[in-house]
């Protein structure tokens, strides 16, 4: 479990990158990586809510702040993001 906590550490990171960064991170992937955690069994209330709220920032957060795939950046990665 404490793997899990790590790694919603290392989501929220990234995605508090986005204020200030936006066009590091790719958003649809983001949101894949967090859909793909809420559906893990065994999550914690505290941990869902968390993921939840990072998931909502994500989505709030107007399209054209992002990078896209036809972008020539290239694509962060989570440690390189945190």
């Not at 790719?26 to 893990?40: H, S």
């Not at 036809?70 to 989570?78: F, G, K, M």
Request: hydrophobic letters at 40%; charged letters at 25%; glycine letters at 4%.
């Amino acid at each position: 479990m404490n793997t899990m906590k790590t790694e919603i550490g290392q989501l929220a990171k990234a995605v508090s990158a986005l204020t200030s960064y936006p066009r590091l991170v790719r958003r649809d992937y983001w949101i894949a990586q967090i859909e793909n955690l809420l559906k893990e069994r065994g999550i914690s209330a505290s941990d869902g809510q968390r993921l939840d709220t990072l998931l909502d920032l994500l989505r709030n957060t107007p399209a054209e702040r992002f990078a896209t795939a036809s972008d020539d950046e290239p694509v962060s990665s989570l440690e390189a993001v945190c």
